[in-house]
C-alpha cells in the first residue's frame, strides 16, 4: 500500500520515546521555523471565519470556487503567525524568500515556555508544522485516509482538484524532515548512550538467569538426597524431634498469646471497642479449646476465665443495648430533648426548654433519616477506632447488635429484649413523672384538694394553668423519650433485618428473631391507653348520681361490691416483732425466697440495692395489695396502673391528651419499618385510638354533661341570682346560668382541640335544648295562677299578662314595638293601638288581682330570668364556629368503622378557607348542627322575649286595674279633699316598685321598652272610663285633678316625658258643665271620642242647674251618634244618684 509523505512523518513523530523528545539546547541558537508567506499582503483576509470562507475545503469532490489565475496563498500558517504576533509583544525576526519557508528566531526563555519545548530549540517548528497539519491536512492522518485517493487530488488542475496546494504540501514536507534532522542532531549524544546503558541491562539479565538456573539444580540435588535419607535412622529421629519441637514453640507461642488476652480483652471493653473485643475473645476460645491445649493443666483457669468472658461480655452487650434503647445513658438525652424541643417549638410552650433550640431539634429529628439512609447492612461493619462509638446512639446500636451477631447471641438478645420491654417502659414513664414532678411541686396538692372537692360533690370543671402546664410538661417529655425509644428500636430493627438477610435465615426464624418492634408497639399502645384512662374521669367522679348509686348508704338492702382498689393489709407487718418482742423468722426466710424468685423472674421488680423489707413499688408487686387504711389517702394518688397521678383525673383532660397523642403516633408512622418486614400496618396505628374515643371517652363525655348539666339545672340555688353577677354580666343573672355557661365554655374549650366530630357537638346542643326546657317550665311556674273551675274543680291558668304574650292582635301590636326603630312617631301610634285593644279587653272582663304579678320576687325572677336567657344566647353566640375539619361519622354505611383520629385536628392557624379559628372556646359545627345549634338559640332568645312581652303587657294591666279602680267610686264628694283618691295611692305605689324592680334587674334597653308611653294608655284609661264613674260633682272634679297629677308624678319617674294633659283637659270640660263639653269637646285637638264625651256630659249633668238645656239624653244626643235606651233606673245596678246608666265609651 502506498505510503503518504505526512502519513511516513506521523509515524516517524511516533516512534520517536518521551525521554529522548527533551531537548538539550539551551536556546542560544537559531532554529529555522516554518512559515508560509501569504502573497497577497495587501488584501490579507482579517478574520479566522473570513480566511476559512476564502479557503477551499480539502476533501476531494467538494464543490468551490476557484480562481486558477489567483497567486497561491497558504493562510494555516500565516493565520498561526498573526495569532502568535497578537499574543506576544516579543519582536521576531522573518527570515526566507518569496514564496518558501523562512525561518524565525526564537529566545530560549519563549521556547521553553512552550509545549514544543520539549523538542529543544526546533521543538517550535515542530509544534507549527503540527498545527498546520492538524487544520489542513488533519484527515491524512485517519486511519480512512486513502493515499491514491489524495495523490491524485494533487494531481488534478480542475476546480474539484487540490493541485493549488501541491506546492503547500511539498513545502511542508520539507520543512517537516528538516525539524527531524534537526532534533537528531541535537539529541544523537542521547541515543548513543543509550545504546551502551541498554547492552549493560542486558548483561545483567543475563547473569541473573544463569544463577537461578545454578540454585534449582542445587535444591533439586537437595531434596533427592534428603528422599533417599530417610532410611537412616538417625536423621529420621532428628526428623521427628524437630517437628514436635516446632509443634512445642507453636503451642508456647499460643499460651502467650492467650495470657495477653484477658489484659486486651479489658481495654478494648473499657474503650467500647466490642467488635474487637469479640474477635479477640472467639479467635481466644477457639484457640484454647483445641485438643492439643485440653491436656494442659495450667489453662483451666484462663479457660474458665473466657468462658465467664463470654457470658460477662454477652450481658455487658445486651445492659448497653437497653441503655441506649430505652434514653438511661447520658449520651441519649440531648436525642430525646431534641424531640422535646420540636415538640415545644411547634406548641409554643417554652417551660421545659428555650425558645432558641429549633436548630438542635431539626438536627436531632433528621439524625434516624441520616442514619437510615446511609445505612449499608449488606457487609460486617467495620469498627471505627478513632471516634467515641457510644456519641452516636446509632452507631453504638449497630455495633452492639453486630458484636452480638458474632457471638451467636442474636436470638438470647431477641428474648431479652422482649422480655424487659414492660419493665423498662414502665420505668421510663415512672422517671419521667419523678421529673415533671420536681419542676411542678405544686400540682400534687392541688391535686389532692380537688379529689376531696370531688368526694364531697363538687363539681368536676377543666384544669387550671398549673395544672395544664403539669400535664402539657408530661406529654411533651413522655412522648418525646417514647419517639426517641422507637428510633431505637427502629434501627435495631433494621440492622438485625440485614444481619438475617445477609446471612440467609429462613423467613419464620427471621421473624421470630426480629419481632422487638412489633412488641414495642404494642406496650406503647398499652401505656397511651392506660395514660388516656387515667386521666379522664373515672366512674366514681363522675357526678352524683354514681356515687349516690355505689354509696352503702343509698339502699342497705342491695348488695354493695367489694371495693377492690382498697388494701387490706401489708405483708411488712408480717415481720414487726410481736407482743413477745421476737420476730418471725420463718415469714423473714420466706421473704427473702420470695425475693430472690422476683429477682430472677421479673429483673427490676425488686430494687437492687434494696433490703430483704423493701420492694420496688411496681404494678404487681407485693406492696401493691397490701396496705392498711391509712394508705388510701396516698393510693388515691396512683392510677391502676400504679403510676402517680400528677393531676386529678377529669374528661376536659381529653382536650390536653389527645392532640400530642395523635402528635406522637403521626410521627411513629415515619419511624415504623414497612409492613411486610414489622408486621405493623402503619395506616391503623390510630385504629386503637378510635376505639378508646369511641368506648371510652365518648360514653363519659356524655355521662359527664349528663351529670354537669343536671345538676347545674336541679341544685336549690339554680334560679337564684348570683353573687358575683357583676364580673360577667350588666344585671344579675342566675347562677345556673353562669354554671351552665362555664360548663359549656369548658366542654367547648375541649372539643375544640379534639377532631371536630359532630356526635360530640350534638350532645352539647342536647344539653342546651334541656336547659332551655327547664327555664321555660320554670317561667310558666312563675307566671301560673290558680282559680276557680267549673263544678267546682280547681285548674290551673296562666296569668293574662302570659296568655295575652303569646298570641292575639295585642301579642302581635307588642311585637311590632319591639322590631319598631327609634320614631317617636311610630311607636306612639303602636301605643295607642295597644291602649286601645286593652281598654277593650278590660272593659269586655274584669280584671282580678290574680291576672297580675303581684308578688315582688316573681317579677324580680322574671326580669333575671330574661336577662339571664338574653346573657346566655349572646355568649353561646360567640361559641359558634362552622368548622371546615367538620365530620359526622354518626351517619357511616354499615360495616364500616368510625375513624375520628383520621380527621384533622386543627390548630389556631388559618384554615384553607381563610378564615382563622377563633382564639377562645368555640363548638365545630357543620351546616346541619348549625342550624340546630342557631334553633336552641332562637329559643333563648324567643324566651328572653316572651319574658319581656308579658312584662310589658302586666305592667299596662296594672295601671288599668288601679285606674278602673280609682274611676269605680262616686265622686260625689259634697266637699273639698285635699288628697288624692287611695286607689290612685296604691297605683302609683305599685308602679314605684314594679319600676323599681325593673330598674335593679334589667338591661337599660328593656326598661326602656316596658316603661316607654305608659302615659298613653294612662290618658287613653282615665278619658275611655269615664263612664265607670258613678256620679262627679264639682268637689269631685277637683279630685279628679288632684288623682291625674299624682299619677302624672309617678308617671314621671317611670319617664319623665309622661303627659295626663289629655285626661286633664277631658275633666277640665266636665267641670265646666255639659254645654261647654258639647261645644268644646269636638273641637279639640285631643281628638276625644264622641262616646267618651256623651259619658262626660251624662256625668255632669245638673238636673236642677241644667234644665233649662234640655234632657240628659237630649244634650248627649247634641254630640251625634246613636241615641242611648232609657230604662227605668230603680233598682238598677251601676246607677249614681243622678240616675244616670253606666254605658260603654266609643271604644266598644
Not at 112 to 119: D, E, T
Not at 389 to 406: C, G, H, R, V, W
Not at 878 to 892: C, E, G, Q
Request: aromatic share 6%.
Amino acid at each position: 500500500m502506498y505510503t503518504t509523505p505526512f502519513q511516513k512523518i506521523w509515524r516517524t513523530l511516533e516512534g520517536i520515546p518521551m525521554a529522548q523528545q527533551n531537548g538539550y539546547a539551551n536556546g542560544n541558537g537559531a532554529y529555522s521555523s516554518l512559515r508560509l508567506r501569504d502573497y497577497h499582503d495587501s488584501s490579507r483576509d482579517t478574520s479566522a471565519d473570513e480566511r476559512s470562507r476564502s479557503r477551499p475545503a480539502p476533501s476531494y469532490g467538494n464543490n468551490r470556487s476557484y480562481n486558477s489565475s489567483q497567486p497561491e496563498q497558504v493562510h494555516g500558517i500565516s493565520r498561526l503567525e498573526r495569532g502568535q504576533a497578537t499574543r506576544r509583544s516579543r519582536d521576531y525576526t522573518m527570515e526566507g524568500g518569496g514564496g518558501g519557508l523562512g525561518s524565525t528566531s526564537w529566545s530560549a526563555s519563549r521556547s521553553r515556555s512552550r509545549p514544543g519545548a520539549r523538542y529543544g530549540a526546533a521543538g517550535n517548528q515542530i509544534d507549527e508544522i503540527l498545527r498546520y497539519i492538524e487544520q489542513h491536512w488533519g484527515f491524512m492522518a485517519s486511519t480512512d485516509c486513502i493515499p491514491i485517493k489524495v495523490a491524485l487530488q494533487l494531481m488534478d488542475p480542475s476546480s474539484l482538484g487540490l493541485q493549488d496546494q501541491l506546492s503547500q504540501f511539498s513545502e511542508a514536507q520539507t520543512q517537516l524532515q528538516n525539524a527531524l534532522k534537526v532534533i537528531v542532531n541535537e539529541h544523537h549524544q542521547g541515543f548513543n548512550s543509550s545504546i551502551g546503558t541498554f547492552h549493560k541491562i542486558q548483561a545483567a539479565i543475563q547473569a541473573s538467569q544463569s544463577r537461578v538456573r545454578t540454585l534449582r539444580a542445587g535444591l533439586v540435588d537437595a531434596k533427592r538426597d534428603l528422599i533417599g535419607s530417610t532410611q537412616k535412622p538417625e536423621l529420621k529421629a532428628l526428623a521427628t524431634s524437630s517437628v514436635a519441637y516446632d509443634s512445642m514453640l507453636q503451642t508456647i507461642s499460643t499460651i502467650e498469646q492467650l495470657q495477653l488476652v484477658p489484659d486486651r480483652l479489658e481495654a478494648q471493653i473499657r474503650e467500647k471497642r466490642y467488635l474487637g473485643a469479640v474477635d479477640n475473645l472467639i479467635e481466644a476460645l477457639a484457640m484454647i479449646r483445641k485438643p492439643e491445649l485440653e491436656e494442659i493443666g495450667a489453662l483451666t483457669e484462663l479457660r474458665v476465665h473466657l468462658s465467664n468472658q463470654e457470658q460477662i461480655l454477652t450481658d455487658l452487650l445486651v445492659e448497653e443495648l437497653h441503655n441506649h434503647l430505652y434514653l438511661k445513658s447520658p449520651y441519649c438525652e440531648e436525642r430525646w430533648k431534641g424531640h422535646m424541643r420540636r415538640s415545644a417549638s411547634a406548641t409554643g410552650s417554652t417551660t421545659l426548654v428555650p425558645s432558641d433550640s429549633s436548630a438542635s431539634a431539626i438536627e436531632s429529628e433528621r439524625a434516624i433519616y441520616t442514619f437510615l439512609s446511609t445505612f449499608d447492612g449488606s457487609k460486617p461493619m467495620q469498627e471505627d477506632a478513632t471516634r467515641n462509638p457510644e456519641a452516636d446512639t446509632f452507631y453504638y446500636i449497630q455495633l452492639l447488635i453486630e458484636s452480638l451477631n458474632k457471638m451467636s447471641r442474636l436470638d438470647l438478645a431477641a428474648d431479652k429484649i422482649e422480655e424487659r420491654l414492660p419493665v423498662e417502659l414502665f420505668k421510663v414513664l415512672e422517671r419521667t413523672l419523678g421529673e415533671i414532678e420536681q419542676r411542678h411541686p405544686q400540682s400534687l396538692m392541688k391535686n389532692g384538694r380537688r379529689r376531696q372537692q370531688l368526694a364531697s360533690g363538687g363539681v368536676a370543671t377543666g384544669p387550671d394553668a398549673e395544672q395544664r402546664a403539669t400535664l402539657e410538661d408530661l406529654l411533651t417529655m413522655l412522648y418525646a423519650k417514647f419517639e426517641a425509644i422507637a428510633e431505637g428500636h427502629r434501627v435495631l430493627f433494621d440492622v438485625t433485618f440485614a444481619i438475617l438477610r445477609r446471612e440467609v435465615v429462613p423467613t419464620s426464624e427471621a421473624q421470630t428473631l426480629n419481632r422487638s418492634f412489633r412488641e414495642l408497639w404494642k406496650l406503647l399502645q398499652s401505656e397511651i391507653r392506660s395514660l388516656l384512662h387515667d386521666h379522664l374521669a373515672t366512674n366514681g367522679h363522675v357526678g352524683t348520681k354514681s356515687r349516690q348509686q355505689n354509696h352503702a348508704s343509698a339502699n342497705i338492702f342491695k348488695t354493695q361490691p367489694r371495693d377492690k382498689n382498697r388494701k387490706l393489709f401489708k405483708l411488712q407487718d408480717t415481720l414487726k416483732p410481736g407482743k413477745d418482742g421476737k420476730a418471725n423468722t420463718d415469714l423473714t426466710g420466706e421473704r427473702s425466697d420470695l425475693e430472690f424468685i422476683l429477682k430472677a423472674s421479673v429483673p427490676g421488680l425488686v430494687s437492687a440495692n434494696s433490703d430483704s423489707s423493701t420492694l420496688t413499688k411496681r404494678p404487681g408487686a407485693l406492696d401493691d395489695f397490701t396496705s392498711d387504711d391509712t394508705d388510701t389517702s396516698a393510693g388515691a394518688d396512683r392510677s391502676a396502673t400504679g403510676h402517680k397521678l400528677l393531676i386529678a383525673p377529669s374528661i376536659f383532660n381529653m382536650g390536653l391528651l389527645l392532640p400530642p397523642s395523635l402528635t406522637f403516633l403521626r410521627h411513629l408512622k415515619e419511624i415504623v419499618p414497612t409492613q411486610q418486614t414489622s408486621g405493623v400496618l402503619p395506616s391503623t396505628l390510630t385504629s386503637f385510638l378510635d376505639d378508646f374515643l369511641i368506648n371510652v371517652f365518648y360514653p363519659q363525655l356524655d355521662e359527664t354533661l349528663i351529670d354537669l348539666c343536671g345538676r347545674c339545672m336541679s341544685d336549690l340555688d339554680t334560679f337564684q341570682p348570683d353573687p358575683k353577677w357583676n364580673e360577667v354580666a350588666q344585671k344579675p343573672i342566675f347562677n345556673g346560668a353562669r354554671r351552665f355557661m362555664s360548663i359549656l365554655e369548658d366542654v367547648c374549650g375541649l372539643l375544640g382541640r379534639l377532631p371536630h366530630e359532630q356526635s360530640f357537638s350534638h350532645l352539647v346542643v342536647g344539653q342546651m335544648r334541656a336547659f332551655y326546657d327547664v327555664c321555660y317550665e320554670w317561667s310558666k311556674g312563675l307566671l301560673q295562677r290558680v282559680g276557680g273551675g267549673g263544678d267546682g274543680e280547681e285548674g290551673v291558668k296562666m296569668r293574662l299578662a302570659a296568655d295575652l304574650a303569646t298570641e292575639g292582635e295585642i301579642n302581635e301590636v307588642v311585637i311590632e314595638l319591639l322590631k319598631a326603630k327609634d320614631d317617636g312617631k311610630e311607636k306612639l301610634v303602636l301605643a295607642e293601638k295597644e291602649s286601645a285593644l286593652l281598654l277593650r279587653m278590660v272593659k269586655s272582663r274584669d280584671l282580678e288581682n290574680a291576672d297580675l304579678i303581684q308578688d315582688r320576687k316573681a317579677l324580680a325572677a322574671l326580669c333575671t330570668l330574661q336577662v339571664s336567657m338574653l346573657w346566655l344566647a349572646t355568649r353561646c353566640k360567640a361559641l359558634r364556629y362552622i368548622s371546615p375539619f367538620a365530620v359526622d361519622t354518626t351517619n357511616i354505611q354499615p360495616g364500616h368503622t368510625r375513624r375520628w383520629t383520621a380527621t384533622t385536628v386543627p390548630t389556631l392557624a388559618s384554615t384553607s378557607s381563610g378564615s382563622a379559628a377563633p382564639t377562645g372556646p368555640y363548638l365545630p359545627l357543620d351546616a346541619t348542627t348549625a342550624h340546630q345549634f342557631d334553633a336552641v338559640l332562637a329559643s333563648f332568645t324567643e324566651l328572653s322575649t316572651l319574658i319581656l312581652r308579658t312584662l310589658h303587657i302586666d305592667i299596662r294591666l296594672q295601671l288599668l286595674s288601679g285606674v278602673s279602680a280609682a274611676l269605680s267610686t262616686t265622686y260625689e264628694l259634697g266637699q273639698p279633699y285635699n288628697d288624692p283618691d287611695p286607689a290612685i295611692l296604691t297605683l302609683s305605689e305599685s308602679l314605684g316598685t314594679y319600676d323599681a324592680q325593673l330598674s335593679t334587674h334589667l338591661l337599660p334597653a328593656q326598661h326602656t321598652f316596658l316603661t316607654s308611653n305608659l302615659h298613653v294608655q294612662a290618658n287613653a284609661a282615665l278619658v275611655s272610663l269615664v263612664s265607670s264613674i258613678p256620679a262627679l260633682d264639682s268637689h269631685g272634679s277637683a279630685r279628679m285633678a288632684l288623682n291625674i297629677l299624682v299619677l302624672q308624678q309617678s308617671l314621671k319617674l317611670l319617664q319623665p316625658e309622661a303627659d295626663l294633659g289629655k285626661a286633664a283637659q277631658f275633666y277640665e270640660l266636665g267641670s265646666k258643665g255639659p254645654e261647654a263639653v258639647v261645644k268644646e269637646g269636638p273641637k279639640s285637638k285631643e281628638d276625644y271620642g264622641t262616646e267618651d264625651l256623651k259619658a262626660l256630659v251624662r256625668l255632669c249633668y245638673d238636673e236642677e242647674r241644667d234644665k233649662e238645656l234640655g234632657g240628659r239624653e237630649t244634650m248627649a244626643a247634641k254630640l251625634g251618634g246613636f241615641p242611648t235606651r232609657t230604662t227605668s233606673l230603680k233598682g238598677k245596678k251601676g246607677v249614681g244618684r243622678r240616675g244616670v246608666v253606666r254605658t260603654g265609651s266609643a271604644v266598644d
